[in-house]
């Protein structure tokens, strides 16, 4: 058994425990506080997570785990190891006295240095997505190696931020049943699917309408993601902005027209404000800057079983001028075409039934809706 050094986010013991995969405190009496002389850590600039670099007369204060097993180690491994670190053996003190351990050590140095880092900060924005997230990647070690997982890292704290602003909705029912915590009990999340997606299969029993408790019954749920979806509308032309692009739901449901008209949309990423998330696809799926959002809805997509939600936007955008041409990014093999089409001849295209998009046909209606509005105000 060896110890390990930490100097960054893993000096947050919750995350450290779920990279281990142990109970809240099982690790208490093996941590204690260290630091690494001639060292500073710092935040890399424009990002979420900190470096560590040679200095001399500083010092990276950080934790030391003690009696890490083969198998702790590898967890650390399959956790880091698709960053670019490697294990270096280093000297650190602990109330003075100097103790042997193994840090992960940067492999490159081409990162720019921020301000000094400071943890009580990253965990109060990124703590609690990073602690979900450690424990989904881990989660996936049957499946995938290191490399696969640490590219799912993203996506499974979008996931995670997803949970976050729903917690965020201090708003009650007016008419809806008011929930309380113990109105739904999970007694038992079983085995499920683990990938990009997840498909959580599990056992829960709930309150109901009068008052006595259901069953315990088994169900799955489709876990998915937030996302921002927006329709851009020139008000003066009278003309909306569509994209159109494979689907693979209309194709494994043997439709035989599987390009889909479609708003233009994308997965909200982890602390983001979905509004920018609706500037940013507009910009990779339609080469299109958009003029001032106005929020249409937030929605389930499918409540029955999946979590995907999404932000509905309308964008005031001059169109004069724009060009409809194929977009997407490459690195995500998006192939997308955009369309610029007058507002009847959109919803000419929903009673005729090829926009077969649920969002798209809602922020269609949407916009008759507030449409004389909108050209009024132009």
């Known amino acids: 058994m ?15 425990e ?21 060292h500073r850590v710092s935040w890399v600039q424009d990002e979420a997570y900190p470096m560590i670099e040679p200095v001399t007369g500083s010092a990276a204060s950080g934790i030391l785990l003690s009696g890490v097993s083969d198998d702790e180690a590898e967890r650390f491994s399959y956790y880091e190891g698709a960053f670019s670190y490697r294990l270096s053996e280093v000297t650190v003190e602990v109330d003075g006295a100097p103790h042997e351990a193994v840090c992960y050590y940067p492999t490159k140095h081409d990162q720019t240095r921020g301000a000094s880092w400071v943890l009580d900060d990253w965990v109060r924005v990124w703590g609690e997505m990073a602690v979900g997230a450690a ?40 008419i809806r049943y008011s929930s309380r915590d113990e109105d739904v009990t999970v007694t038992d999340r079983l085995p499920g699917y683990r990938g990009f997606f997840e498909l959580a299969e599990f056992r829960y029993d709930h309150i109901r309408f ?14 998915a993601f937030d996302a921002a ?8 032309r009278d003309e909306v902005l569509l994209i159109e692009q494979l689907r693979f739901g209309p194709l494994w449901r043997s439709d035989p027209h599987p390009w889909v008209f479609e708003p233009i949309a994308g997965l909200v990423d982890a602390g983001e404000d979905p509004a920018d998330t609706a ?8 080469g299109l800057e958009l003029g001032p959002l106005e929020p249409i809805a937030k929605v389930y997509a499918s409540p029955g079983y999946s979590t995907e939600f999404f932000h509905c936007f309308l964008a005031v955008t001059d169109l004069a001028g724009f060009e409809p041409d194929t977009n997407g990014v ?49």
């Open 2 to 16: 060896t110890s390990f050094f930490f100097y960054g986010t893993l000096c947050h013991v919750p995350l450290l």
């Open 18 to 38: 779920a990279v281990l995969g142990c109970n809240d405190g099982a690790l208490d009496d093996r941590i204690q506080a260290a630091h690494l002389p001639n």
């Open 330 to 378: 490459v690195s995500e093999h998006e192939d997308i075409r955009s369309h610029v089409m007058p507002f009847e001849q959109a919803m000419a295209l929903v009673s005729e039934g090829e926009v077969n998009a649920g969002p798209l046909v809602m922020m269609l209606y949407w916009l008759a809706s507030h449409r004389d509005r909108l050209r009024s105000a132009a």
């Open 229 to 236: 979806l927006v329709l851009p509308y020139d008000p003066q």
């Open 135 to 174: 424990r989904d990647v881990m989660a996936r070690r049957d499946r995938y190696d290191a490399e696969t997982a640490a590219g799912l890292r993203p996506f499974l704290m979008a996931r995670h931020w997803a949970r976050a602003m729903a917690r965020t909705d201090t708003s009650e029912p007016k």
């Open 210 to 223: 009068d008052g006595s408790r259901s069953p315990t019954v088994t169900r799955e749920a489709f876990l």
């Open 279 to 286: 500037r940013r696809e507009a910009v990779e799926e339609a």
